[in-house]
């Protein structure tokens, strides 16, 4: 939990967002919000990295 929250509050930063990290998307202007949605991307990008797919599936094949 710790891992990935610091992991999201690195691509916050990463794409200028540092201090709105409490701020919801509405709050945002639409340029913001492009940035948050990289910064997810980025974010989920990372995590997916660390993820084997035996572990979302039982049937998942595991990559060679």
């Known amino acids: ?17 540092g201090g709105k990290e409490h701020e ?17 991307a980025l974010a989920a990008r990372g995590l997916s990295a660390s993820i084997r797919p035996s572990t979302l599936r039982p049937d998942a094949e595991t990559p060679r």
């Not at 710790?2 to 794409?15: K, M, N, V, Y």
């Not at 998307?25 to 997810?40: C, S, T, V, W």
């Open 24 to 40: 919801l998307p509405a709050g945002l202007n639409l340029h913001e919000r492009k940035f948050l949605e990289l910064a997810r």
């Open 1 to 17: 939990e710790g891992a990935r929250r610091d992991e999201a509050l690195h691509w916050i930063g990463f794409t200028g967002l």
